[in-house]
Structure formats: C-alpha cells, structure tokens
C-alpha cells in the first residue's frame, strides 16, 4: 500500500483512508463512516460474526417450526405489493433442494431489488407455518456475491448503512492483497509466538478472514484474541509497577499486639480465608511501596472485620486511618460496629500523664452538624482522631490528616477511580498512604484480573461459621407468599419487601415501593408495623427509619435498592424482591446478603412471574446457589462481558475479538506474557512495536507516561 519495504505496522493501517480500496467511494465510505470504520485498519479489524460450513449448514427440511436457523439458499421468485394503507410487503420464495420457504418483509421495499432470481443468500430467522407453507417474517439476510469457497464469513451488517456481507469479504481481500507487498509488521517477540504456539499476524488477518476451515480460523482467532488481551494486561501491569517504582509508601512499624488484642475479642475464630488476607495486607503495610489492594469478598463473609484488622495495625504504627462508605447508612453502621470493636482500645501519647488515651474514632457525612465538623476536622489535623468513618465529606479540600497511613474504600464500584485517589492524595510529605479497595460483588477471576489488573486481588471465600445459608424460592405474589411472611412475623423476626421502582409507572407493569406499602397496610399484613424507605427521603428521614427498623419498633421495611448495599439487621430474616426479573444476579444477591446475619434460618422470596428464558435462568441460578463467585460466573455466561471493561478505550469501550468466558485461560496467558515483557525490558527482543500499537488502543498521554519513563 506504499512504495516503501518496512512491513506494515498497524499505526500505518489506520493512517491509510478507505477510498484506497476498490469499491470504495464516497458514499460507500460515509456508510463505512456511521460503523465507526475511518480506515484500512478498521476494515481488517471488522471481523465475520460467523462462518457458515457450505457442507453442513442446515437444511430446509430438518428445521422444525418455531425454530431459528440458518440456511444457504437460491432465490426462486420475488414480487412486492401494496396494501391498502400503503405498507409495502415484499414475498421471495427461496430454496435450497429439500424443501422452499416464503420469506415476507414488511416495509423493505428495497429487498425486491436486493434479492435477485437465482442469487444464492444466507437466511437467519424463525420458521413458521402458515395454510401448510414454511415461512420465515423479516429474517436476516446476507448476500454472497460470488464467494464460492466451502467456508463463508458471514460479516455484521447494519441494514441502515446498506452494506453486505460480501462487500465486506471483498474489501478485506483487497486490504489484505494489497498488504502483501509488504506483510503485517510482527509485534511478538518469537519465545512468546513459540511458547504460546500463535501463528503470525500475517497468517491471522488472512485467516480470520477467508479461512479453508474452522481449524485454521480457530488458529487466527487465537493469534487475535492473545494481542488484544496483551496490549491491555502490557497497561495494566505498566500502571502497577510505575506506582512501585515511582511513589514512596509508608513502611508501618507494628508488632502485631492491636491485631491480637482485636482478634481475642471475638466470640468466634477467623476464617483461613480471612487469617489469609490480613497476613496479605500486613505484608503489603512492611513493603516500601505502597500497598494497591482489591478485597473480593461475598456477602457476609467479614470484609469489615479484614478493614478493621489493618486499620488497628496503621494506629499501633502511629498512624492514622480512614474508611469512606458510598452512604450514609453503611458509614454509619461501619462506625457503629467498629465502635463496638474497639471501645477498649488505647494509644500512645507522650502528652498524656499517663502515656496513653483511648483510641479515638470519628464519622464525618454531610448530616454531621457544622460545628461539631469542625472539630472532627481541627482534631484530625492535629492527630487526635485515630480512624475516620466518613462518606465523600472524607475527600473535601477542608479535611486534612496529620499522618494518614492506610485508606480503605468501601464499595469500590461506587467510587471513581479520582475519588479514590483524592483520598490516597491526603498523605503527608511525599509518602502515600496505602490503599485498600473493598466489593462485595463478586468478579469473575478473569474479569478482575482485566477491570482491576492494576491492583492485587485478595479474596474472601468461607462465610464465617454459624452463619446459615439462605433458603431461595422463585414464587408469585401470592396469599401463600404473605402467610409465610407473617409466620415469620409470628415468631418475632423482621422482613424486607424490595420493589424496582418508588412510584407507580404507567410504561412499566410491577409494583412500585409507594403502592406496596398501602397495599400492605391495608391488606396481607394488617397487624404489622410497616415502613417505607426510598432514595427520594432526606438523609434525616432515611435515617429514623433504619434506626426504627433497626430498633425493631418496624417489623417490615419496604423499600428501594437503597438498602442494596451493608446494612446489617440480624433480625431480619425475610427479604421479598418483587418484580424480581427486574434485577440483575449481583443486585439480587446483594439484596438477598441483607438477611441471614443472625442464628436464624433466613429466606429470599423472588416474586415473579416472568417467563423469558433469560429471567428463567437467572433466578434459578439463585435458588440453586448462595454461592456470589459462582454467580458472577453464571452471570457473565447469561449476560454476556456488556462493557465489564473499565480501561478507557479510544472510542472502543469493549473487547472486541476476546470474550472473558470463551477465553479465560488467554487472560492469564496474557498477563503472564505482560509481565515477562516489562520485567526484561532490555531483554530477549524489544516490545518498542507494541507500545506504538497501544497508542492506537488507549490514551496517548498515558501511554507515554508509563512507557517512556
């Protein structure tokens, strides 16, 4: 595509305009334009949705009615009338030897000119049967154009921009004639090609794209996925070490007694899990570079106490700490329960005539009256807070720490990522503080190991003992589901009633939290004290009524999915979520974590009476698992990776050739790779080809930053 022999890189590739491909004009190219696809590099990188196999795709007869399937067919017949209020119908009658099918298109009057007698398509939609004749309404349809091989690509098409399968198939063949004079620039050092058994990229862009078979086509998807999972873990890792290598840590001096003291307080032993993760983070406190730690764990498996642990350690080293809650509530009851932990703890104090004081622990939200904020703040300066709970009243430029050491971010996928680092900024001199980012949203592992490569992961997989798994149970709403409710009632216990919306909605038909609560009232539960909470109340007034609930003066809380999140009501033991297909499986997990904090059996109702497969399965995934990092994985399988990247991708939010399901082992591969890259810089063979290609993919500014330095 030029006169010069240096092969091509993919810079070059998106340098080179569309127009220098055959067929290939303005108007062609404004249609290119509207599929985000500018350049000959986007054109290669726009890949077949699916192949079809000429010698077994299906065939008219072994379809069944009311199934989908492709077929491969020849166009018999096409005519198109006009009905008497104008809608144009377009009938073909297509076939492929066993068996004709009458394929009808309402308002495409352009199909008549599109399907011509005796061209050969590809059909994708549902069969019918209509007075004894097949039939298939507004299928898909991909033409082929003159592609005569046993393997065909079958391309994403827009029926907007009026682009097919086989302009695609054409244009791919000429970019990649055309390269052939120079080939593809190769960017994998030959260890990595030959330890991982990845063919070229030269064999990789002509084989995904006219591939004799689905072995060969196999081999390039391989090549194509490891480099796009590569180009992101090289990031990843490379924002890791920078922090390393470049940022001071705070390396903490304690002998361990604040931990010991905390854990001879608890009238239960810790999990192995647990025990695993403070020596982790104890670790990361002695090292010099400070400590950029994910703690994975599921709903009620004792993150807090985890936090606390560390916390404890930074004060016995003289340090400070801060916890930030995403709400009110949750920093509330953080500051309760660790209130609760430490009320007999003392510090060092040389001011002191006696040498000590107790440990002081301070919450600070936007309810905290002003004057007594001010204080909160004087006396955090001056190092006479030990621990601060807060929510983002924490990051505020007002609030400054004398010595701040550990951070903890509670909730991370709340926060962003500056938030985060508007906390960590509050250290003093140049050291930064460590940070701890907590969820209890489970991630798949391949999925965190890409949406937070930057941070090691810790995980918490045991519930403590004592704790009793949730019984699940899809149901309708129902006598029989209130009469169980009140049963539990009966017995002194406490219920959630969840609903998806706060008002009643004329679009969507499921119950709002407002009608619930009447509706409660009024009927099932008359005999009860019900509540009502939602994002909609004042802080003040959210807050009256968890204390209330709390207190156990309300015996059913009815509420939005502002209690998704920590609270903690250990006599709750019932949780209703209407309109439960509404929720995804994190959500409904995490609603579910709300009961089952005490001695007593506890159970989840999911209400619902959705009958789409994808609902089907996902509140069956739930009966049949309490289980949250086995529910991440079932949820990815459902839901697809959706944009589950967080990497800020020019104008590509997502993966484009991997999946995180069908390839978790290359996420792994590819990280491994990333790291023997970067730890031998000056090493095997230079990565200076794939850090030009990054900049393709990601900011250049960071880009620069982190490779140039």
């Known amino acids: 595509m030029s006169d010069s022999k240096t092969p091509l890189t993919l810079a070059n590739l998106s340098e080179i305009p569309l127009t220098r491909l055959k067929g290939i004009g303005p108007k062609k190219e404004k249609a290119l334009n509207s599929l985000e696809i500018f350049s000959v590099f986007d054109v290669l990188m726009y890949l077949p949705r699916r192949y079809i196999d000429r010698t077994n795709e299906a065939k008219i007869a072994s379809l069944q009615v009311g199934e989908e399937g492709m077929i491969l067919v020849e166009v018999l017949n096409v005519y198109k009338q006009r009905t008497r209020n104008r809608r144009v119908i377009v009938t073909a009658t297509v076939t492929d030897q066993t068996g004709n099918v009458v394929l009808t298109f309402f308002n495409q009057p352009w199909r008549e000119r599109q399907l011509k007698v005796g061209s050969e398509v590809i059909i994708f939609g549902k069969l019918d049967q209509y007075r004894g004749e097949f039939r298939m309404v507004n299928p898909v349809v991909d033409l082929l154009g003159d592609k005569t091989g046993r393997f065909v690509p079958v391309y994403p098409q827009s029926g907007k921009a009026g682009l097919t399968t086989w302009e695609f198939a054409n244009w791919t063949k000429d970019a990649i004639t055309k390269s052939s004079v120079r080939g593809f620039a190769e960017p994998l050092p030959k260890f990595l090609r030959e330890k991982y058994q990845l063919i070229s990229r030269d064999d990789a862009f002509s084989l995904i794209h006219d591939p004799p078979n689905l072995q060969e086509m196999l081999k390039a998807r391989k090549r194509l996925v490891f480099d796009e999972l590569l180009r992101i873990q090289l990031l990843l890792v490379a924002r890791k070490r920078q922090l390393e290598l470049s940022t001071q840590g705070i390396r903490h001096e304690f002998k361990g007694d604040f931990f010991k003291k905390l854990v001879n307080s608890l009238p239960f032993e810790l999990t192995r899990a647990?025990?695993?993760?403070?020596?982790?983070?104890?670790?990361?406190?002695?090292?010099?570079?400070?400590?950029?730690?994910?703690?994975?764990?599921?709903?009620?498996?004792?993150?807090?106490?985890?936090?606390?642990?560390?916390?404890?350690?930074?004060?016995?080293?003289?340090?400070?700490?801060?916890?930030?809650?995403?709400?009110?509530?949750?920093?509330?009851?953080?500051?309760?329960?660790?209130?609760?932990?430490?009320?007999?703890?003392?510090?060092?104090?040389?001011?002191?005539?006696?040498?000590?004081?107790?440990?002081?622990?301070?919450?600070?939200?936007?309810?905290?009256?002003?004057?007594?904020?001010?204080?909160?703040?004087?006396?955090?300066?001056?190092?006479?807070?030990?621990?601060?709970?807060?929510?983002?009243?924490?990051?505020?430029?007002?609030?400054?720490?004398?010595?701040?050491?550990?951070?903890?971010?509670?909730?991370?996928?709340?926060?962003?990522?500056?938030?985060?680092?508007?906390?960590?900024?509050?250290?003093?001199?140049?050291?930064?503080?460590?940070?701890?980012?907590?969820?209890?949203?489970?991630?798949?592992?391949?999925?965190?190991?890409?949406?937070?490569?930057?941070?090691?992961?810790?995980?918490?997989?045991?519930?403590?003992?004592?704790?009793?798994?949730?019984?699940?149970?899809?149901?309708?709403?129902?006598?029989?589901?209130?009469?169980?409710?009140?049963?539990?009632?009966?017995?002194?216990?406490?219920?959630?009633?969840?609903?998806?919306?706060?008002?009643?909605?004329?679009?969507?038909?499921?119950?709002?939290?407002?009608?619930?609560?009447?509706?409660?009232?009024?009927?099932?539960?008359?005999?009860?004290?019900?509540?009502?909470?939602?994002?909609?109340?004042?802080?003040?007034?959210k807050q009256s009524i968890m204390e209330r609930f709390r207190d156990g003066h309300i015996d059913v809380l009815v509420s939005t999915t502002v209690i998704e999140v920590g609270v903690n009501v250990p006599n709750a033991t019932v949780m209703v979520i209407l309109g439960a297909e509404r929720f995804g499986i994190a959500q409904l997990h995490q609603l579910r974590g709300r009961v089952g904090r005490g001695s007593a059996q506890s159970i989840c109702f999911l209400v619902s009476d959705s009958q789409t497969p994808e609902s089907v399965s996902r509140l069956q995934a739930l009966e049949e698992s309490t289980d949250?990092?086995?529910?991440?994985?079932?949820?990815?399988?459902?839901?697809?990776?959706?944009?589950?990247?967080?990497?800020?991708?020019?104008?590509?939010?997502?993966?484009?050739?991997?999946?995180l399901r069908r390839d978790k082992e290359w996420v792994g591969h590819a990280r491994d790779a990333a790291i023997a890259l970067l730890g031998s810089l000056n090493g095997i063979e230079d990565i200076e080809l794939l850090i030009d290609e990054m900049n393709l993919f990601f900011s250049e500014e960071e880009v620069e930053y982190l490779f140039k330095s």
């Open 274 to 541: 647990q025990n695993n993760v403070i020596s982790e983070i104890f670790n990361d406190l002695r090292a010099r570079h400070p400590m950029h730690r994910l703690l994975q764990g599921d709903v009620g498996s004792g993150k807090t106490l985890v936090a606390v642990a560390g916390l404890v350690s930074a004060v016995e080293g003289g340090k400070q700490g801060a916890i930030m809650a995403p709400t009110e509530v949750l920093a509330e009851q953080h500051y309760a329960g660790i209130n609760e932990l430490l009320s007999d703890f003392s510090v060092h104090d040389s001011k002191n005539l006696l040498g000590e004081r107790n440990l002081n622990l301070a919450l600070l939200t936007s309810q905290t009256p002003e004057k007594d904020a001010r204080e909160i703040r004087e006396k955090l300066s001056q190092g006479t807070i030990d621990i601060i709970v807060g929510t983002h009243s924490l990051i505020q430029e007002s609030v400054r720490f004398l010595d701040i050491g550990l951070t903890v971010v509670d909730e991370q996928h709340r926060f962003g990522v500056d938030q985060r680092a508007a906390l960590q900024n509050k250290g003093s001199d140049k050291t930064i503080p460590d940070l701890l980012v907590m969820t209890a949203t489970p991630i798949p592992r391949t999925a965190a190991m890409t949406v937070y490569g930057d941070l090691d992961v810790s995980v918490l997989d045991e519930l403590p003992e004592g704790r009793n798994p949730i019984t699940t149970k899809k149901i309708i709403d129902s006598v029989e589901l209130w009469t169980q409710v009140q049963q539990e009632l009966d017995l002194g216990h406490q219920a959630f009633v969840v609903c998806p919306l706060i008002d009643e909605s004329e679009n969507i038909s499921t119950s709002s939290a407002e009608s619930t609560y009447h509706r409660l009232k009024d009927q099932e539960l008359t005999d009860a004290s019900v509540g009502l909470l939602h994002g909609r109340m004042s802080s003040k007034e």
């Open 628 to 659: 949250g990092f086995h529910l991440a994985e079932v949820d990815l399988e459902i839901r697809g990776e959706g944009t589950i990247m967080g990497i800020e991708q020019k104008g590509r939010n997502d993966l484009r050739v991997a999946s």
